[in-house]
Protein backbone atom coordinates (compact mmCIF):
# COMPACT_ATOMS: atom_id res chain seq x y z
CA UNK A 1 0.00 0.00 0.00
CA UNK A 2 1.37 3.53 -1.00
CA UNK A 3 0.72 5.61 1.88
CA UNK A 4 0.81 9.71 1.76
CA UNK A 5 2.33 10.78 4.41
CA UNK A 6 5.23 13.26 5.23
CA UNK A 7 7.72 13.20 8.26
CA UNK A 8 10.38 15.58 9.55
CA UNK A 9 13.33 14.82 8.74
CA UNK A 10 14.38 14.17 12.61
CA UNK A 11 12.26 11.48 12.73
CA UNK A 12 12.64 9.63 9.94
CA UNK A 13 15.16 7.32 12.05
CA UNK A 14 12.87 5.72 14.32
CA UNK A 15 9.91 4.79 12.43
CA UNK A 16 10.82 1.50 12.38
CA UNK A 17 13.12 1.92 15.74
CA UNK A 18 12.24 -1.45 18.27
CA UNK A 19 13.96 -0.32 21.38
CA UNK A 20 12.17 -1.22 24.40
CA UNK A 21 12.23 2.02 25.93
CA UNK A 22 12.01 5.35 24.00
CA UNK A 23 11.73 8.85 25.02
CA UNK A 24 10.69 11.67 22.90
CA UNK A 25 11.32 15.17 24.89
CA UNK A 26 12.49 18.57 23.88
CA UNK A 27 10.36 21.89 23.41
CA UNK A 28 7.30 23.32 22.58
CA UNK A 29 5.97 22.79 18.68
CA UNK A 30 8.96 20.38 17.99
CA UNK A 31 6.21 17.45 16.22
CA UNK A 32 6.91 14.95 18.18
CA UNK A 33 3.66 14.16 19.18
CA UNK A 34 2.34 14.01 15.57
CA UNK A 35 5.22 11.90 14.56
CA UNK A 36 4.32 9.36 17.48
CA UNK A 37 0.74 9.72 15.93
CA UNK A 38 2.36 8.91 12.60
CA UNK A 39 4.41 6.00 13.60
CA UNK A 40 0.83 4.65 15.99
CA UNK A 41 -0.92 4.53 11.98
CA UNK A 42 1.83 3.53 9.85
CA UNK A 43 2.51 0.35 12.65
CA UNK A 44 -0.88 -0.53 12.70
CA UNK A 45 -1.21 -0.26 8.93
CA UNK A 46 1.58 -3.12 9.19
CA UNK A 47 -0.55 -5.77 10.79
CA UNK A 48 1.68 -6.47 13.48
CA UNK A 49 1.13 -4.19 16.22
CA UNK A 50 -1.57 -3.03 18.82
CA UNK A 51 -1.22 0.40 20.16
CA UNK A 52 -2.80 1.58 24.12
CA UNK A 53 -2.35 5.25 24.06
CA UNK A 54 -2.64 6.87 27.25
CA UNK A 55 -2.06 10.05 29.73
CA UNK A 56 -2.90 10.73 33.72
CA UNK A 57 -6.52 11.85 33.06
CA UNK A 58 -8.67 9.97 30.94
CA UNK A 59 -10.65 13.36 30.20
CA UNK A 60 -7.13 15.12 28.65
CA UNK A 61 -7.29 12.13 26.09
CA UNK A 62 -9.99 12.72 23.34
CA UNK A 63 -8.64 16.64 22.46
CA UNK A 64 -5.06 15.94 22.48
CA UNK A 65 -3.77 12.24 21.26
CA UNK A 66 -6.90 10.48 20.03
CA UNK A 67 -7.74 13.96 17.89
CA UNK A 68 -3.53 13.43 16.96
CA UNK A 69 -4.50 10.37 15.93
CA UNK A 70 -7.09 11.15 13.95
CA UNK A 71 -5.58 13.86 11.90
CA UNK A 72 -2.73 11.81 10.89
CA UNK A 73 -5.45 9.36 9.56
CA UNK A 74 -6.99 11.98 7.54
CA UNK A 75 -3.76 13.46 6.19
CA UNK A 76 -2.82 9.96 5.12
CA UNK A 77 -5.72 9.54 3.53
CA UNK A 78 -7.23 6.85 5.26
CA UNK A 79 -10.05 7.25 6.67
CA UNK A 80 -12.16 4.40 4.81
CA UNK A 81 -9.76 2.09 5.99
CA UNK A 82 -10.31 2.83 9.74
CA UNK A 83 -13.39 2.71 11.81
CA UNK A 84 -12.98 4.98 14.51
CA UNK A 85 -15.00 5.07 17.96
CA UNK A 86 -15.80 8.28 19.69
CA UNK A 87 -17.29 6.76 22.85
CA UNK A 88 -15.15 4.08 23.28
CA UNK A 89 -12.20 5.80 21.91
CA UNK A 90 -10.64 3.14 19.87
CA UNK A 91 -9.24 3.43 16.65
CA UNK A 92 -9.76 -0.02 14.38
CA UNK A 93 -7.63 -0.42 11.47
CA UNK A 94 -10.61 -2.83 9.09
CA UNK A 95 -8.28 -4.90 7.11
CA UNK A 96 -6.75 -7.06 10.15
CA UNK A 97 -8.29 -5.95 13.06
CA UNK A 98 -5.48 -4.32 14.59
CA UNK A 99 -6.18 -1.95 17.28
CA UNK A 100 -5.13 1.85 18.85
CA UNK A 101 -6.83 2.05 22.16
CA UNK A 102 -7.02 5.03 24.34
CA UNK A 103 -7.03 5.40 28.32
CA UNK A 104 -6.21 7.32 31.51
CA UNK A 105 -4.41 6.47 33.79
CA UNK A 106 -7.16 7.77 36.64
CA UNK A 107 -8.67 4.60 35.99
CA UNK A 108 -6.32 1.72 36.83
CA UNK A 109 -8.66 -1.48 36.51
CA UNK A 110 -9.49 -0.46 33.16
CA UNK A 111 -6.16 0.01 32.02
CA UNK A 112 -5.76 -3.73 33.28
CA UNK A 113 -8.70 -5.15 31.78
CA UNK A 114 -8.13 -3.58 27.87
CA UNK A 115 -7.49 -6.05 25.74
CA UNK A 116 -7.09 -5.54 21.56
CA UNK A 117 -9.36 -7.42 19.32
CA UNK A 118 -6.40 -9.79 17.28
CA UNK A 119 -2.80 -9.84 19.39
CA UNK A 120 -1.57 -8.55 22.57
CA UNK A 121 -0.68 -4.76 23.12
CA UNK A 122 2.77 -4.18 21.69
CA UNK A 123 3.25 -0.66 21.88
CA UNK A 124 2.29 1.47 25.08
CA UNK A 125 2.74 5.48 24.43
CA UNK A 126 2.47 7.63 27.30
CA UNK A 127 1.74 11.17 26.03
CA UNK A 128 2.50 14.06 28.45
CA UNK A 129 4.96 11.26 30.91
CA UNK A 130 5.54 14.07 33.43
CA UNK A 131 1.82 13.98 34.60
CA UNK A 132 2.62 10.34 35.79
CA UNK A 133 3.55 8.67 38.94
CA UNK A 134 6.52 6.22 38.90
CA UNK A 135 4.28 3.23 40.03
CA UNK A 136 2.03 4.05 36.93
CA UNK A 137 4.74 3.19 34.55
CA UNK A 138 5.80 0.29 35.94
CA UNK A 139 2.56 -0.93 35.76
CA UNK A 140 2.42 0.04 32.09
CA UNK A 141 5.43 -1.97 31.45
CA UNK A 142 3.82 -5.05 32.38
CA UNK A 143 1.32 -4.82 30.41
CA UNK A 144 3.74 -5.47 27.73
CA UNK A 145 3.55 -9.45 27.42
CA UNK A 146 2.60 -12.15 25.29
CA UNK A 147 3.77 -13.65 21.89
CA UNK A 148 4.26 -11.10 19.56
CA UNK A 149 5.84 -11.22 15.98
CA UNK A 150 7.75 -7.80 16.89
CA UNK A 151 9.33 -6.81 19.77
CA UNK A 152 7.19 -4.35 22.65
CA UNK A 153 8.25 -0.60 23.07
CA UNK A 154 7.16 1.81 25.37
CA UNK A 155 7.27 5.47 24.45
CA UNK A 156 7.45 8.46 26.49
CA UNK A 157 6.49 11.76 25.07
CA UNK A 158 6.74 15.15 27.32
CA UNK A 159 8.59 18.14 27.64
CA UNK A 160 10.79 18.45 30.23
CA UNK A 161 10.00 20.56 33.97
CA UNK A 162 12.08 19.72 36.40
CA UNK A 163 15.65 17.72 36.74
CA UNK A 164 13.79 17.32 39.94
CA UNK A 165 11.30 14.85 38.27
CA UNK A 166 11.49 10.75 38.70
CA UNK A 167 11.76 10.43 35.11
CA UNK A 168 15.08 12.39 34.71
CA UNK A 169 16.24 10.36 37.63
CA UNK A 170 15.03 7.12 35.96
CA UNK A 171 16.05 7.05 32.89
CA UNK A 172 18.45 10.12 32.19
CA UNK A 173 21.72 8.59 34.42
CA UNK A 174 23.92 8.01 30.60
CA UNK A 175 22.37 11.54 29.92
CA UNK A 176 24.79 14.22 27.94
CA UNK A 177 22.90 18.16 28.16
CA UNK A 178 25.53 18.79 25.31
CA UNK A 179 24.20 16.37 23.42
CA UNK A 180 20.37 16.38 21.70
CA UNK A 181 20.61 11.68 21.61
CA UNK A 182 21.18 8.79 23.34
CA UNK A 183 21.58 5.21 23.10
CA UNK A 184 22.37 1.86 25.11
CA UNK A 185 20.80 -1.67 24.46
CA UNK A 186 17.38 -0.96 25.90
CA UNK A 187 16.57 2.47 25.65
CA UNK A 188 16.79 5.55 23.22
CA UNK A 189 16.00 9.58 24.13
CA UNK A 190 16.01 12.15 21.56
CA UNK A 191 15.58 15.85 22.13
CA UNK A 192 13.92 18.07 19.60
CA UNK A 193 13.04 21.49 19.64
CA UNK A 194 11.04 23.82 17.32
CA UNK A 195 13.76 24.18 15.31
CA UNK A 196 13.32 20.43 13.85
CA UNK A 197 9.62 21.62 12.81
CA UNK A 198 9.47 22.06 9.39
CA UNK A 199 5.68 23.38 9.48
CA UNK A 200 5.72 25.95 11.94
CA UNK A 201 4.37 29.27 11.25
CA UNK A 202 6.22 32.66 11.56
CA UNK A 203 4.36 33.49 14.15
CA UNK A 204 4.65 30.38 16.05
CA UNK A 205 8.38 30.69 15.64
CA UNK A 206 8.40 34.48 16.82
CA UNK A 207 6.71 33.65 20.11
CA UNK A 208 9.15 30.71 21.42
CA UNK A 209 12.04 32.87 20.32
CA UNK A 210 10.60 36.00 21.92
CA UNK A 211 9.68 34.13 25.18
CA UNK A 212 11.47 36.52 28.03
CA UNK A 213 10.89 34.43 31.35
CA UNK A 214 14.05 31.92 31.41
CA UNK A 215 12.65 29.19 32.98
CA UNK A 216 10.09 29.14 29.95
CA UNK A 217 12.71 29.99 27.22
CA UNK A 218 15.04 26.77 28.75
CA UNK A 219 12.42 24.55 28.70
CA UNK A 220 9.71 25.50 25.83
CA UNK A 221 11.75 27.04 23.37
CA UNK A 222 15.06 24.90 23.65
CA UNK A 223 13.91 21.43 25.35
CA UNK A 224 16.24 21.81 28.31
CA UNK A 225 15.48 20.31 31.49
CA UNK A 226 14.88 23.13 34.13
CA UNK A 227 15.77 24.83 37.63
CA UNK A 228 13.42 26.62 38.86
CA UNK A 229 14.60 28.96 41.60
CA UNK A 230 12.07 31.37 43.47
CA UNK A 231 9.51 28.70 43.52
CA UNK A 232 6.19 30.41 45.59
CA UNK A 233 4.82 27.20 47.37
CA UNK A 234 6.79 23.94 48.77
CA UNK A 235 4.06 23.04 51.19
CA UNK A 236 2.49 20.85 48.86
CA UNK A 237 2.29 17.09 48.11
CA UNK A 238 0.06 14.82 45.51
CA UNK A 239 -1.85 11.99 46.89
CA UNK A 240 -5.21 9.61 45.75
CA UNK A 241 -7.76 11.37 47.29
CA UNK A 242 -10.36 9.02 46.07
CA UNK A 243 -11.25 7.38 49.07
CA UNK A 244 -10.82 10.05 51.87
CA UNK A 245 -12.76 12.73 49.58
CA UNK A 246 -15.66 10.32 50.33
CA UNK A 247 -15.54 11.53 53.78
CA UNK A 248 -16.02 15.22 53.55
CA UNK A 249 -18.94 16.84 53.41
CA UNK A 250 -18.17 20.57 52.81
CA UNK A 251 -16.61 22.21 50.11
CA UNK A 252 -14.86 25.08 48.51
CA UNK A 253 -15.09 25.96 44.64
CA UNK A 254 -13.30 29.14 42.88
CA UNK A 255 -13.21 30.27 39.48
CA UNK A 256 -10.89 31.97 37.41
CA UNK A 257 -12.50 32.92 33.80
CA UNK A 258 -10.72 32.65 30.77
CA UNK A 259 -11.28 31.80 26.84
CA UNK A 260 -9.17 31.62 24.27
CA UNK A 261 -5.01 32.13 25.23
CA UNK A 262 -6.15 31.32 29.10
CA UNK A 263 -8.77 28.58 30.33
CA UNK A 264 -11.58 28.97 32.95
CA UNK A 265 -10.30 27.46 35.69
CA UNK A 266 -12.35 25.61 38.50
CA UNK A 267 -10.71 24.68 41.91
CA UNK A 268 -12.76 22.26 43.86
CA UNK A 269 -11.59 21.90 47.78
CA UNK A 270 -12.60 20.54 51.01
CA UNK A 271 -10.37 22.55 53.76
CA UNK A 272 -9.40 20.67 57.25
CA UNK A 273 -9.66 23.37 59.69
CA UNK A 274 -8.24 21.24 62.66
CA UNK A 275 -4.62 20.06 60.34
CA UNK A 276 -4.86 22.98 58.74
CA UNK A 277 -5.00 21.47 55.31
CA UNK A 278 -6.28 22.01 52.16
CA UNK A 279 -7.11 19.41 49.69
CA UNK A 280 -7.61 19.75 46.10
CA UNK A 281 -10.23 16.89 45.12
CA UNK A 282 -10.80 18.21 41.69
CA UNK A 283 -9.95 21.06 38.72
CA UNK A 284 -11.42 22.24 35.53
CA UNK A 285 -9.05 23.85 33.17
CA UNK A 286 -10.19 24.01 29.84
CA UNK A 287 -9.84 26.85 27.01
CA UNK A 288 -12.80 28.14 24.74
CA UNK A 289 -15.40 27.83 26.53
CA UNK A 290 -18.64 30.16 26.37
CA UNK A 291 -20.59 30.58 30.17
CA UNK A 292 -23.44 28.25 28.74
CA UNK A 293 -21.00 25.23 28.53
CA UNK A 294 -19.13 26.38 31.71
CA UNK A 295 -22.16 26.53 33.41
CA UNK A 296 -23.04 23.26 32.36
CA UNK A 297 -19.67 21.70 33.43
CA UNK A 298 -19.34 23.79 36.70
CA UNK A 299 -22.66 22.09 37.57
CA UNK A 300 -21.96 18.45 37.41
CA UNK A 301 -18.80 18.88 38.64
CA UNK A 302 -20.09 20.90 41.97
CA UNK A 303 -23.86 20.44 41.54
CA UNK A 304 -25.23 23.31 43.77
CA UNK A 305 -22.43 24.32 45.42
CA UNK A 306 -21.67 28.15 45.93
CA UNK A 307 -18.83 28.78 43.42
CA UNK A 308 -16.56 31.91 43.82
CA UNK A 309 -15.70 33.97 40.95
CA UNK A 310 -13.41 36.59 39.22
CA UNK A 311 -14.71 39.95 40.25
CA UNK A 312 -13.47 41.44 37.03
CA UNK A 313 -16.36 39.74 34.93
CA UNK A 314 -19.75 40.18 36.81
CA UNK A 315 -21.33 39.56 33.01
CA UNK A 316 -20.05 36.40 33.18
CA UNK A 317 -21.05 36.03 36.98
CA UNK A 318 -24.97 36.90 36.15
CA UNK A 319 -24.26 35.22 33.02
CA UNK A 320 -23.64 31.85 35.07
CA UNK A 321 -26.55 32.58 37.66
CA UNK A 322 -28.99 32.75 34.65
CA UNK A 323 -27.90 29.32 33.61
CA UNK A 324 -28.32 28.17 37.13
CA UNK A 325 -24.73 28.47 38.64
CA UNK A 326 -24.69 29.81 42.60
CA UNK A 327 -21.79 32.02 41.23
CA UNK A 328 -20.90 35.29 43.33
CA UNK A 329 -18.02 37.26 42.88
CA UNK A 330 -14.70 37.47 44.99
CA UNK A 331 -13.78 40.62 47.50
CA UNK A 332 -9.94 40.65 46.15
CA UNK A 333 -8.74 44.14 47.46
CA UNK A 334 -5.84 45.67 48.38
CA UNK A 335 -2.69 43.41 48.83
CA UNK A 336 -5.26 40.25 47.75
CA UNK A 337 -2.52 38.43 45.96
CA UNK A 338 -0.14 38.13 48.06
CA UNK A 339 -2.73 38.27 51.49
CA UNK A 340 -3.92 35.15 49.78
CA UNK A 341 -0.47 33.57 48.77
CA UNK A 342 0.58 33.96 52.59
CA UNK A 343 -2.49 31.90 53.86
CA UNK A 344 -1.83 28.89 51.04
CA UNK A 345 1.80 29.37 52.44
CA UNK A 346 0.95 28.32 56.14
CA UNK A 347 -1.91 25.01 54.99
CA UNK A 348 -0.64 21.81 53.87
CA UNK A 349 -1.75 21.45 50.71
CA UNK A 350 -2.77 18.34 48.96
CA UNK A 351 -3.58 17.91 46.09
CA UNK A 352 -5.48 14.60 43.70
CA UNK A 353 -3.42 12.96 41.62
CA UNK A 354 -6.08 13.49 38.71
CA UNK A 355 -5.34 17.46 39.46
CA UNK A 356 -2.66 17.55 37.38
CA UNK A 357 -3.02 21.03 36.57
CA UNK A 358 -2.70 22.29 39.49
CA UNK A 359 0.53 20.30 40.14
CA UNK A 360 2.11 22.30 37.51
CA UNK A 361 0.87 25.31 38.55
CA UNK A 362 1.97 24.77 42.11
CA UNK A 363 5.29 23.57 40.85
CA UNK A 364 5.82 26.62 38.49
CA UNK A 365 4.87 29.37 40.19
CA UNK A 366 7.42 31.58 41.06
CA UNK A 367 8.16 35.82 42.52
CA UNK A 368 9.54 38.31 40.14
CA UNK A 369 13.37 39.07 40.04
CA UNK A 370 15.05 42.30 39.20
CA UNK A 371 17.39 42.72 36.32
CA UNK A 372 20.27 41.49 38.73
CA UNK A 373 18.27 38.43 39.56
CA UNK A 374 17.11 39.51 43.27
CA UNK A 375 13.75 38.15 44.17
CA UNK A 376 11.28 40.82 43.97
CA UNK A 377 7.49 40.54 46.81
CA UNK A 378 5.43 39.86 43.30
CA UNK A 379 4.51 36.63 41.98
CA UNK A 380 4.75 35.83 37.95
CA UNK A 381 1.41 36.74 36.85
CA UNK A 382 1.70 32.87 35.07
CA UNK A 383 1.15 29.48 36.14
CA UNK A 384 -1.95 31.09 38.73
CA UNK A 385 -5.41 30.31 37.15
CA UNK A 386 -5.75 27.27 39.54
CA UNK A 387 -3.89 29.19 41.79
CA UNK A 388 -5.73 32.41 41.23
CA UNK A 389 -9.69 30.18 41.51
CA UNK A 390 -8.05 29.01 44.58
CA UNK A 391 -7.35 31.80 46.53
CA UNK A 392 -11.12 32.58 45.30
CA UNK A 393 -12.67 29.89 46.70
CA UNK A 394 -10.94 30.13 50.20
CA UNK A 395 -11.56 33.85 50.89
CA UNK A 396 -13.51 32.93 53.60
CA UNK A 397 -11.44 30.71 54.98
CA UNK A 398 -8.93 33.04 55.06
CA UNK A 399 -10.75 35.54 57.12
CA UNK A 400 -11.82 33.03 59.92
CA UNK A 401 -8.79 33.56 61.32
CA UNK A 402 -8.54 37.59 62.04
CA UNK A 403 -12.59 37.31 63.25
CA UNK A 404 -11.36 34.94 65.66
CA UNK A 405 -8.60 36.84 67.05
CA UNK A 406 -10.98 39.61 67.51
CA UNK A 407 -13.33 37.65 69.27
CA UNK A 408 -10.55 36.44 71.92
CA UNK A 409 -9.37 40.10 72.22
CA UNK A 410 -12.80 41.32 73.48
Known amino acids: MIVDVVVNQVYLPFLKDETRYQIFFGGSSSGKSYFLAQRAVLDVLEGHRNYLIVRNVLRTVKKSVFNEVIKSIRNMGLSDLFVINQSDLVITYKPTLKQILFAGLDDPEKIKSITPIDGVITDIWVEEATETKYE ?81 YEVYTLGNWGILGNVIFTNWEVQDLSE ?144 DAIRYGCEELMDMKPKLKAAIRF
Open 244 to 387: IRQTFDRFNNGLDFGFAEDPSALAHMHYDRKRSTLYILDELYERELTNDQLAKKLKRMIGDQIVVCDSSEPKSIKELRNFGVRAIPAKKGKDSVNFGIDWLKRQKIVIDIRCHNAKEEFQKYKWKEDKDGNVLPVPVDRDNHLI
Open 136 to 216: AIKQLDKRLRGQSKVKKRLTLSFNPILKTHWIYREYFGGWDDTKRFYRDENLIILKTTYKDNDFLEPDDIAALENETDRYY
